[in-house]
């Protein structure tokens, strides 16, 4: 089956096949073994993550329900580079997939959440969404 998408300055869909860069980047970031993917170990609910801002000045520490504020206003996105503990360097929102999807969909992926089996699930905070 072929895949078609569309981005704002297209004229109309694309087959992914026919662009080379995009086909490029999504086989690269379905490769599990891929580096463009982040290594994570962080406790996802209890991490303190650092951003850097749209002009690309250091800010932090933030939790991640502030995150998930600066997101719903627009403030980071998944090109925001992050850092938190356990974390080798600053890299986009999207290469790290818990965080990301915590960001864009408000789900907190339990077994990222926990560091270890003998915490309690119970104490990830829940994520905090605007009305």
Partial sequence: PETYVWADGMYDFQQVKTLPSLKSTLATAADPTS??????NVNMAKATWYYKDKRGVKQGPSMLDTLKIMWDFNEVDETT????????DYVPIRDVPPLFKALAMGILDQSAASESEHEDPRDSAPLITPA
């Fill in 35 to 40: 580096s463009m993917m982040a290594s994570v």
């Fill in 81 to 88: 580079h992050v850092f938190a503990n356990g974390m080798v």
